[in-house]
């Protein structure tokens, strides 16, 4: 029996879907003078084109106090609903911790509000595996530095 989870975040924005989107799937490496504080180091090309479907980058960054890395493929954009689908396939979060990860980022319009949503799907090895809590709480805080980042 798989054990999978998905958990979701959301964070009211104000500086426009696009503008977010376009943030995460063409220049990801700004995200590291975005958010110094949040310690995303770079975020390299590692083959295909930025931004496109199939493409696989590489993320380094430290959360919870520890160096990671995270490679990832871009599975799908949306540009209609400002949705970039990143599937991980290397890094600790996929070969310490869980079987598989996923993470969906995407704008909606809610209560005449705008929201930045992250989506992470997961599949846990065994049920002592905690949910990525403080993974989703991370990924909303980074999306609320780029928010503001981009009022400006």
């Not at 879907?17 to 003078?33: C, E, G, M, Q, T």
């Not at 770079?42 to 493409?55: E, F, I």
């Not at 005449?112 to 799907?121: A, C, L, N």
Request: net charge negative; charged share 25%; aromatic share 8%.
């Amino acid at each position: 029996m798989a054990l999978t989870g998905k958990l979701i975040g959301s964070v009211e924005i104000r500086s426009g879907a696009k503008v977010l989107h376009d943030i995460l799937r063409y220049a990801p490496n700004d995200i590291s003078f975005i958010a110094p504080d949040k310690q995303v180091h770079t975020c390299n090309l590692l083959s295909g084109n930025t931004g496109v479907v199939g493409s696989t980058i590489v993320w380094h960054f430290t959360h919870d106090g520890k160096k990671q890395t995270a490679t990832e493929i871009i599975e799908e954009v949306d540009e209609r609903n400002h949705k970039i689908v990143f599937k991980v396939i290397e890094g600790e979060l996929v070969e310490e911790v869980y079987k598989a990860f996923k993470i969906t980022f995407h704008c909606e319009q809610k209560d005449g509000k705008q929201w930045g949503v992250w989506t992470m799907e997961f599949e846990k090895p065994n049920s002592s595996v905690p949910d990525p809590t403080l993974l989703v709480d991370y990924f909303c805080d980074i999306l609320k530095d780029m928010d503001n980042h981009a009022s400006k």
